[in-house]
């Protein structure tokens, strides 16, 4: 069995973590048939060295002080280091430390292959380790790598990694041509493969009964990162029209971030106590509750200071449950959603349309079960995790042939 190295910055810190799990879902299916070890930053409380799954893992530590390691998880790193003056105090020795832990690792495991997951910092040792040790690599793009990291000293690393990687895999059009409009060279090693989701977990049930205090509601949901880029705030203003027609809607949103007490403000000022909710970040299998809870699930992404939304994995799982979908026009979200058919889309940063567009599908029944259908026929052909994972052993095989 050949050994594989997996470089990320977002991975379950723990077993049942909110954290996204999509590069530990992915790594897992492909330790079927080679041994992957995942390098991942560490997390205060979190193991350093541990078996997940098939997985061997390794979390490196990069502050003396392991409770006040600020750069991963939570809001995601670039907004992480934006608001916070000790993750960027952090940067150097995160990066010094993954390098130390990525070589001792190639060094002592005999690696024969990299997986890095985003252009930084995973796909610049990536291409660091290829240059030392001549492994191939691979380097798989999730857009936050890509679309907000544009002035000369990231292009400049970006060109490095795509030039050394033998292979670059994108989730979505719109990356792809974000790509190939920098580095018009590397046409030949760009693969478009998104991510996938557990159709074991995420599928339509009942659970009317295990949340009764919801069953009068309309439930509008929202599930993801509390930052900018995600555009809750659009959602917020949305909600008084949204009222005004239907009196029992109620918006629920999942996730965690610093973005979140801004939010918070605006529900206030707007006086929407009583028609939103705050549920902070949720397990996976919870998730699923609440997609199918929902009469509709609202993506609102903004292109901003942070990126724009390269794929939007949560509309697949929604649809997946045979939850409605919106969202916003913004990033690849158009390439998900085909407009009338398996959802609606909205322009983004316009309140006014997509509370319109809400009040259609939460009054419009025939609609909702039309659209209800498609997306969940649409997310069981396209994306589940055995047809993804089958597309990404394939480049293994060619790699390691």
Partial sequence: ????????TTFP???????PSFVFALSNLLARKYKIIVLAPHAYNAFKNENMGNLEVRRFKYFFLEKYQKIAYGSGIIPNVKKSFIAKLQIPSFLISQIKYAKNISDKEKIELVHAHWLIPGGLIGALLKKKYGMPLIV??????????KNKFFRTIQEYVVKNADIITVNSKIAQNELLSRFSAIKNKIKQIPMGIDTNIFKPKNIKNKYKKYNNYKIILFVGRLNEQKGVEYLIKAMPNVISKVK???????????YKKYL????????LNGFIEFLGPKKQNEIADYYNLADVFVLPSVTSSIGTE?????????MACG??????SSGGIKEIIKNNVNGLIFQE???EELAVKIIKVLEDTKLREKLSKNGLMYARQNYNWNIISNKFLKLYDKLLK
């Fill in 310 to 318: 390269a794929f939007g994995l949560v509309l697949i799982e929604a």
């Fill in 248 to 258: 029992n809607a109620k918006l629920l949103i999942i996730g965690e971030g610093d």
């Fill in 323 to 328: 939850t409605c979908v919106i969202g916003s």
């Fill in 349 to 351: 940063k316009n309140p």
């Fill in 264 to 271: 918070q403000k605006i529900t206030n000022e707007f006086k």
């Fill in 13 to 19: 810190r723990w077993r049942n973590d909110t954290t």
């Fill in 140 to 149: 798989t793009i999730h857009g936050s790598d890509l679309f907000p990291l």
């Fill in 1 to 8: 069995m050949k050994n594989v190295l997996v470089l990320t």
